[in-house]
């Protein structure tokens, strides 16, 4: 469970992204309200519309799979010796402390991957304020970008029912998705 010094920082994350959007609706509202009352608004929803019903499938996959990845987040990620270590490399990259050159250790004693993961990693946990949750939430949105990409790898290969049947088949996966979390 999160605690509440952390869902009090995103709720603050979250209105502050409000206020940034609502800001930007009244910076550009003459914009807005050109397009609202010219005659390309039913334009726009026409072929907003169309590509919706289109793409229906797809849609509902997305939205499916949005749900499965982002839905009690913080109650399924684990924090455990591995991701605490990880966490505070990464916390000594951010202030500058200690640059390092090799990533996290394997099983195999003086063995190493690429320091690619503490790099890639620094993003969201500096957005987070190195909160944990940050790292889930990150994974699970690398996750949705890879959806897209392996659905259209394969449209363009196979078709559109076998991508959309493969994509279901994989990320539908129980392991897949606990794995995601964790």
Avoid: H
């Avoid at 987070?128 to 949105?141: E, K, N, Q, S």
């Avoid at 959309?164 to 995601?180: E, N, R």
Wanted: aromatic letters at 20%.
């Amino acid at each position: 469970k999160l605690c509440s010094k952390s869902k009090e920082i995103v709720i603050l994350r979250f209105w502050r992204v409000s206020l940034a959007i609502i800001f930007m609706y009244f910076r550009y509202y003459n914009q807005f309200y050109y397009l609202m009352s010219s005659n390309k608004m039913p334009k726009v929803l026409f072929t907003l519309k169309k590509i919706l019903t289109k793409n229906f499938d797809l849609v509902l996959l997305t939205i499916i799979l949005l749900i499965s990845r982002f839905y009690r987040l913080e109650e399924f990620i684990t924090f455990l010796g591995d991701q605490g270590r990880d966490a505070l490399i990464i916390k000594r990259l951010l202030w500058l402390e200690k640059l390092t050159l090799i990533g996290p250790p394997t099983s195999i004693g003086g063995v190493f991957l690429g320091p690619f993961y503490y790099y890639l990693m620094t993003l969201p946990l500096a957005i987070f304020r190195l909160d944990p949750l940050g790292l889930a939430f990150f994974v699970a949105l690398l996750s949705v970008i890879f959806f897209f990409f392996f659905y259209f790898i394969v449209k363009k290969s196979f078709g559109r029912s076998i991508s959309l049947f493969l994509t279901w088949m994989i990320f539908s996966s129980f392991l897949l998705i606990l794995f995601l979390c964790s």
